[in-house]
């Protein structure tokens, strides 16, 4: 593996593969692990590899269809995640054709946002369709970035701007 690369990226076809994680693992590098269409042993049996290696891991949860349906994305395994693997950084994978589910997910933790990215959707090939073009993920950054200043801090508070109309509705 070269050094030149600053991560490896596992699709969720090679979740499984324990000969190539354990090859991976020797490398050092960070490693991110989409997690799609997996058991829960194999991604336990996964994570060990990594954690024994002493490796960088993010683990990806993705549901490995395309495009994903919502009513298939189980974004709440995001959470289970955070509890299984406390110190693992959780991320989504996304397959889906818009921006939605991908703030969802970070709502629910996911520290890490894959989203396949295209030139022009229409283009021949099984990915561009639900990939993002240039300015679908300018708008999911600008979206992500709009989320995680609205999560706040949990603290409930009166803010200055709600003094007046309050005062109004009074």
Same mark, same amino acid.
């Given at each position: ?5 600053? *991560? ?9 593969? &324990?000969? @190539? /994680?354990?090859?991976? $693992?020797?490398?050092? %590098? ?15 049996? *996964? ?9 960088? &891991?993010? @683990? /990806?949860?993705?549901? $490995?269809?395309?495009? %994903? ?34 703030l969802a997910a ?57 003094v007046n109309p309050i005062?109004?509705?009074?």
């Amino acid at each position: 593996v070269a050094r030149e690369v600053p *991560a490896i990226k596992i699709h969720s076809g090679g979740v499984s593969d &324990l000969p @190539l /994680l354990q090859y991976v $693992a020797r490398a050092g %590098l960070p490693v991110l692990l989409s997690t799609g269409g997996c058991t829960l042993e194999n991604l336990h049996a *996964a994570h060990t590899v990594f954690t024994e290696a002493q490796c960088p &891991l993010a @683990l /990806l949860h993705c549901t $490995a269809s395309y495009p %994903l349906a919502p009513a298939e994305a189980n974004l709440r395994v995001i959470q289970m995640l955070r509890k299984l693997y406390p110190g693992t950084v959780i991320g989504w994978s996304t397959h889906h054709t818009g921006i939605s589910l991908s703030l969802a997910a970070y709502a629910l933790g996911a520290r890490i946002i894959e989203h396949h990215v295209t030139l022009d959707r229409a283009s021949k090939g099984t990915d561009h369709a639900f990939s993002l073009e240039p300015i679908g993920m300018r708008k999911l950054v600008r979206d992500l970035r709009r989320v995680k200043v609205a999560l706040g801090d949990g603290e409930k508070r009166i803010y200055p701007s709600e003094v007046n109309p309050i005062a109004k509705m009074g």
